[in-house]
C-alpha cells in the first residue's frame, strides 16, 4: 500500500517536471496550425513531452525560433528532429501565404509560457432560403 503510493507521487512529481523548452516549441507550432497533419505532429510531440525525462537544448530552440528557414534540423537529436523538420516545413508554408511567421524567442522561462485563448474555427454561418411572400 505505501509503495503504491510512492509510485503515484513519484509518477505525478516526474509529470509536473517543467519542460520550457518543448512547451515554448509547441506553441509556436500551435500558432502555425493549419491543417489535420498539423494537430496530429502536435499531438505525437505533446505525447512525446510528455513521456521524456529532458527538455530539449534552450539554446536550439531559441535558434529555431529566431530563423527558422536558417535553421539546421540535423542539430537536433532524433526523435525531435522530425518535428523540428515539420516546424520548419510550417513556417515555409505560411510565409508563402503570406502569413505572419515570427515568434516570441527571447524568454524561455515558464513566466513568459502564458496560455493564449484556443483559435476557434470560423463558425459556419446557416443560411435560410427566402422567405415565401404571400400574395
Do not use: C, W
Request: glycine share 2%; no cysteine; aromatic share 6%.
Amino acid at each position: 500500500m505505501v509503495s503504491d503510493s510512492f509510485e503515484i507521487l513519484s509518477h505525478n512529481m516526474a509529470a509536473k517536471i517543467k519542460r520550457t523548452s518543448f512547451q515554448k516549441l509547441l506553441n509556436a507550432m500551435k500558432k502555425l496550425i493549419m491543417e489535420v497533419n498539423d494537430n496530429e505532429i502536435l499531438r505525437r510531440l505533446e505525447t512525446l513531452m510528455a513521456t521524456s525525462k529532458e527538455d530539449l537544448n534552450q539554446a536550439v530552440v531559441r535558434s529555431l525560433l529566431e530563423n527558422p528557414l536558417e535553421f539546421d534540423p540535423k542539430s537536433v537529436p532524433e526523435p525531435y528532429a522530425q518535428y523540428v523538420r515539420h516546424f520548419v516545413y510550417m513556417v515555409k508554408r505560411n510565409k508563402k501565404r503570406g502569413l505572419d511567421v515570427t515568434f516570441d524567442a527571447g524568454n524561455l522561462d515558464s513566466k513568459s509560457l502564458k496560455k493564449s485563448p484556443p483559435v476557434k474555427p470560423q463558425e459556419a454561418v446557416k443560411k435560410s432560403p427566402p422567405k415565401r411572400k404571400r400574395a
